[in-house]
Each structure stands twice: as structure tokens, then as C-alpha cells.
């Protein structure tokens, strides 16, 4: 909202969309200081990776904490005064392991995503999947949890049925919609039925093969001939191209191979100019010939 009362907007719009460019933090225009929102929140503790928490690291320093407890001062201020080292040994395969085989990455911002306040707290979407249910979303709807979860539809269902498929996800299968149920199911509405497939008045589903009719006709259809897959872009070796002397081209031109011949028939080579076999570039000898004698030495 602030680009229609900047100052030159075109210039404004032109720099935005300038590539690699990084936008200016939105708290700059807040009334508030940056991150005062946040005050009073209480903040989770550190969490140790996955990895790391595979070495028993945790349950090591928990057991040396609990025994640290039960020790009187006395034992505590000669602890001070002498301590005592190696007392947490891990195996080194195991922490080899854990820095160079389970590592992960942590979770890094793009190029351009910025910080804000609460952003830690939004929901990350991006593995979600529409249509797959989870199990706490399973119970939460108090639908069954296990190997035949499937074969319970869910609540929206009958209103999909009624009003159509969301229009954000027009691709969406959805069994007792747009596609076929599981097999064992029936359609209808008692405990556990899946409503009234969408059809129209000649009995033609609405918005797609929700009987799995389609299916076995696209099965039915014979397949195409089979396409050659042999490899046909390979080069021919050397000795290959030297023992062939005569190709002849599309046109039914014959091209030798110790000259180009044009297809108007004029050789590319003048009448008269030959190319001799042997070429003496000694400069005595072609002059020696010349002149029919040899040339004298110089006094």
C-alpha cells in the first residue's frame, strides 16, 4: 500500500523487480520496536538434533545429574577442588556416525525471506498433501486410525457430493466424487456408506469416473505398435570411411572421393592444374633445374 504514495512509483516498481533484490523489513513503518511484541512470551528450550540425541548423549548427562544430587557438600567442595575428568565417554564410531553419516541440514531461510515477528509460529504447509489425513486429524474427527482407514469416507463428503469438488484443487482425486471408492465399499447413508455418487438426470457421473467405468475401457484398448528403440546416431570408425570411396547422396549424385563434383557436373578443380606427387621445395635443386646447370659458389 505504500508504492501508490512513493515518490517516483515507476522507479519504485522497476527496483522491485529488479532480480536478486531483497525487500525492506515491514517493521519499519510499525509504531512498536522491533521484536517488543514478543515480550512476556515464554521461550521453548533448546531441542538437540536428531542426530545427536542418537548417541544417548542426553541419557549420559542425566544419570551423571542425578548422581551429582545425591552427593553431600563435603563430596561436592572436594569435587571442586579436584575434579575429575572423562567422565562422559562416548564411543568415537558413534560420534563419527553422528557427524558424518546422520547429519542433517538444519532448516535455512531463502535468498530474500526476510524475519519477522511470529513467523517461527505459522504452519508449514508445504509437506502438507490436500487430501492425505493424518492421524491426529483422524482422531480429531473421530474417525479409525489403522490399515483400514481408508475405507471410512469423511464427514465432507455428502456436502462435496452436494455442491461439487473445491474449486482450489481441480485436479483433486476424491474417492465417491471424482474417482472410484475402495474396494468392499457401497455407496449410501448408513454407518460407514458413502453417500449418493453425484450423477445427472440420464445417470452420467457429474465430475468424473466415479464408478470406475473408464478405467477398464482405457484397459481394453489395444496398445500401439511398438516404437524401435535401437540406437541410429552412431559414428562410423576411420577405417570405415577410408575403404569407402564412393558415397551416393539422396539426389542419386555419385561423389568420388578424391574430388568434389558439383551438381551442374563442373569439378571443383580447374582443367590443366594437377597435383603432383612429390613436392621439392629445396631451393637449389628447383633453381639447379631451372637453369641447367649448377650454381656457382661465391669467390
Known sequence: MHDVTARDPKLLVQLKAHRNTVPVPRHWCFKRKYLQGKRGIEKPPFDLPDFIKKTGIMEMRAALQEKEDQRTLKAKMRERARPKLGKIDIDYQKLHDAFFKWQTKPRMSIHGDLYYEGKEFEIRLKKKKPGDLSEELRTALGMPVGPN???????????????????????????????????????????????KPPVDETGRPLYGDVFGIQGQDYQSVPEEEEVDRTIWGELESESEEESEEEEEDETGLVTPAEGLITPSGITSIPAGMETPEIIELRKRKIESEMEGSETPGVA
Open 149 to 195: 482407514a481408508n475405507k471410512v469416507p469423511p464427514p465432507w463428503l455428502i456436502a462435496m457430493q452436494r455442491y461439487g469438488p473445491p474449486p482450489s484443487y481441480p485436479n483433486l482425486k476424491i474417492p465417491g466424487l471424482n474417482a472410484p471408492i475402495p474396494d468392499g465399499c457401497s455407496f449410501g447413508y448408513h454407518a460407514g456408506g458413502w453417500g
